[in-house]
């Protein structure tokens, strides 16, 4: 079962499984998953990277994908590749001699996903390779929007978009504010049977209610179906991306916190 | 950051409020050390004890005095329905071991850096602990600079002053006020903000500029922890140029 995904911006932890090279790890950043694992394996002239070449066999457990740039997933890679350089990270300690780089490089990765700026990005967090799996420790919970994912993922190329879909029946109204909306602007739900349209920013004011002082919504209840939606989502559905728009906001996911007594 | 939660517990105490036409003794308030003859390095070391990292004398000094007022404030029972200043929670001690009524009422937690950021949204898991907070005997939280200001991006507890005129509050509050004149610049301008809304990277040089122009000064450092906290990815106009070929590379070799 592959979810396939259009504009896929991911990072990713390979994983060395020759006994030879003790569990190396590496990390980095693809658009696919597919093809760059391939590349990996195959060697430095084959498109692989350099420190990963003859060094293998490789494989890719882990990908955080749903990074909505290029330059959005190159930072955190960056940073989990250089952690004790990230300002962002200065409280995360350097790995101890009982960890193993596998751990190591996933205590540091449950922290980026808890610190802006990407605990407010529509990230999913992604185990390619059950035997690796590992869960968050208690104290380093992802953020509740964040999920927890299992199996394969495929880059999938964008539909080019139909163009008689734009020139709609008539002007759209918004339904937050009544005036009219233009396809730039243009929000809608992904989900099948509803028909809610909004000005962006209108939706997005309205998914910032109680969180005056930020600019970003994360996630939101929409107007129309008054189903709770990832920002996020809304705006792949608005660029033409149709996979991995599933619901997987605060409210229907299964958290530790749901144990808690009051 | 429980040293701080446990450090708190000791010497905090509260002065009563003088009940009209009693006389007696108020309970008083521990005093403050004298952070201005201490050395340097045991300056280091209280600030340390807090959270904070070694700072220029001066401003050590300031910073720990600054602590000190906060965390030892005067709690009367008519102060309870004020809202925090900045959002702060408000210190409140144990209850005076005199024969006074104990005034102190039960004091709602803001949110607590100790506990796992809901990143400021108001869904069941706010509420929860905010819940939580309000029994009479929870001592204070108060969380740590850096963590409490992650949750509210304008929320700045505290500033490096380059200026010897201003005390480190002031020029908090100066910060503050230009950080909410950036946002508010922002939601004023629907390009801008509809660029930020699709995810799309800002030039940081371009937003400079403009913010200049409109006469908001923020040097680059504050900028960019503001983005962070904002989540605006930025990027500069040399990056954007080169990937910018780069496509057009790949789509003329894909042609062919």
Redesign the interface.
Known sequence: MVLEVESLFGVYMLYCTNPKFKGRIYIGFTVNPERRIGQHNAGRHRGGAKRTSGRGPWEMVLIIHGFPSDIAALRFEWAWQNPHSSRRLSHVTRRSKKESSLQFHWRVVSNMLRVMPWSRLPLTTRWLKQEYRMDFEPGLQPPLHVPLAFGSIRARKQKPKDVEEEQEKGAAICLLCQGTVKSADKMTCFHPLCHMTSHLICLAKHFLTGEAAHLLPVEGECPGCHRSVLWGSLIRHKKGCYGDLEENTSSSQNHWTDELQI | HLFLFRYLLTPLSTVAPRRKGQQGPLVPITPMPSYSDMDTPDLKNKLNRFGVRPLPKRQMILKLKEIHQYTHQVVSSESEDEAPSLGRPRAVGPPPTTSMEPTRKPVSCAQTGGF????????T?TA?FK??CTDIDTPPFISPPNLFS?S????CLSDDSDNDDITASQSASKLQDNLVAV?RF??SD?DL??Q??????LVLSDLQARLKAAGIRLGAAKLLDY???????F?TAK?LLK?KHKQKKNQILFMN
């Open positions: 796992k950021e809901p990143s400021g949204r108001a869904n898991l929860k819940v939580k992650r509210n991006p304008e929320q946002r922002i939601q629907p903000y509809g930020i809304l699709h995810y799309q990277p983005l962070d906290s904002q989540c605006i990815t990027t990056y990937r």
